[in-house]
């Protein structure tokens, strides 16, 4: 099974930038789709969107889709998430999460997660 770990979260001003990554451990993360998701205070998971294994297929929900954008380097074994224009609603624990079905994951099944990382954006 491949371990993740979200790093990159923090506090930002409305407007501007972040970039996530999700680390892979255990096995090659190009074994995997990778899809990020989050959840804001008091609300339920959402998903952000997702990249095949590759990385030249990517998935994003409509929300973010022009703000947002995921990529990966296998070599590295972690996928990115760069967050731009960041909103307030943007604020929430973002997660990564692993599927070898590139299909199954865009609809929010996965068989990895990592525990987290928190993105604060103030108004």
């Known amino acids: 099974q491949v371990q993740l770990v979200e790093s990159g979260g923090g506090l930002v001003q409305a407007g501007g930038s972040l970039r996530l990554s999700c680390a892979g451990s255990?096995?090659?993360?190009?074994?995997?789709?990778v899809g990020w998701f989050r959840q804001a205070p008091g609300k339920g998971r959402e998903r952000v969107g997702a990249i095949n294994r590759s990385g030249d297929s990517t998935w994003y929900v409509d929300s973010v889709k022009d703000r947002f954008a995921i990529s990966r380097d296998n070599a590295k074994n972690t996928v990115y998430l760069r967050l731009n224009n960041l909103k307030p609603e943007d604020t929430a624990a973002y997660y990564c999460?692993?599927?070898?079905?590139?299909?199954?994951?865009?609809?929010?099944?996965?068989?990895?997660w990592g525990k987290g990382t928190l993105v604060t954006v103030s108004s």
């Open positions: 999460a692993a599927n070898d079905d590139f299909t199954a994951l865009r609809v929010g099944l996965a068989n990895y």
């Open positions: 255990g096995q090659a993360l190009s074994r995997y789709a």
